[in-house]
């Protein structure tokens, strides 16, 4: 059974005090020819369904409607293209997963460098739509050196 273990990432905010936690997962997303990229998503049980930005999308030769969907990402205010994104987990094995996707913005025009980040289009992976096939826990060993806030657990079922 392949298993993967990642650190639950903690940062202060220095303002207030708070500390804010976040899982981020390596996937090698499958591109236009065939190929593998490696990015780093984001684990949001939160998210309705997983994200992923559509000038990205068209550099790596993935599949995208040739026109939006009639809405808008109404977190990011950015046009949608539904489709499909294909991956295999970083330090698991070989198995390739499918999730829909949404692809946020403008395929031919990158983000504006001064865009405030909550204008940004993200790569989010909504885990729920992998429960038939993988298991996903939390785990906190209070001695742990490595993992402070906790593990993310991924097993494959």
Avoid at 13 to 29: E, H, N, P
Avoid at 84 to 105: E, K, N, S
Avoid at 137 to 142: L, Q
């Amino acid at each position: 059974m392949s298993r993967l273990a990642i650190p639950v990432d903690g940062r202060t905010l220095y303002a207030t005090g708070d500390v804010m936690l976040r899982v981020r997962i390596g996937l090698l997303v499958r591109n236009g020819s065939g190929g593998w990229s490696r990015r780093l998503f984001r684990v949001d049980s939160g998210t309705d369904i997983t994200t992923f930005p559509a000038s990205d999308a068209k550099r790596l030769g993935l599949y995208l409607t040739p026109r939006p969907a009639g809405v808008t990402h109404e977190q990011t205010g950015l046009e949608v293209r539904s489709g499909m994104l294909a991956f295999r987990v970083v330090g698991m094995d070989q198995t390739l997963y499918a999730v829909p996707c949404f692809f946020l913005g403008d395929p031919d025009v990158p983000p504006a460098p001064g865009a405030p980040r909550g204008q940004l289009p993200r790569k989010l992976l909504q885990p729920l739509h992998l429960l038939d096939v993988l298991k996903f826990s939390t785990e906190k060993d209070p001695a742990s050196i490595g993992a402070p806030h906790g593990e993310l657990i991924v097993e494959k079922k």
